[in-house]
């Protein structure tokens, strides 16, 4: 039988319980990121009743001509997982 060090199976025991509790947090970040539904139904809330476009752009979702029902249009960027607004610009007719 292959005889293992007690270094080496303390080292792999660490490493297998950082994997299994970074894993859930890995999970929702990349549901949250590839979620644009969750982003719409936010704009809606919002006031906006259509956009060009959303887009995830590192960390942040963007999103182009977002217009409300005034017909004034903006660009924006939202925070991922909040949806704080981090960029608002109004465009000019």
């Given at each position: 039988?292959?005889?293992?060090?007690?270094?080496?199976?303390?080292?792999?025991?660490a490493t297998a319980v950082v994997v299994a509790l970074s894993?859930?947090?890995?999970a929702t970040h990349r549901e949250m990121r590839d979620d644009p539904a969750a982003v719409?139904?936010?704009?809606?809330?919002?006031g906006f009743i259509s956009w060009r476009y959303i887009k995830w752009?590192?960390?942040y979702?963007?999103?182009e001509?977002?217009?409300?029902d005034n017909g004034h249009e903006y660009d924006m960027?939202?925070?991922?997982g909040t949806f704080d607004i981090v960029r608002l610009e109004r465009e000019h007719d």
């Open positions: 039988m292959n005889k293992v060090s007690r270094f080496a199976r303390r080292a792999f025991a894993a859930p947090a890995f719409a139904d936010h704009l809606h809330r919002m752009d590192h960390g979702w963007k999103i001509d977002a217009r409300r960027k939202l925070e991922a």
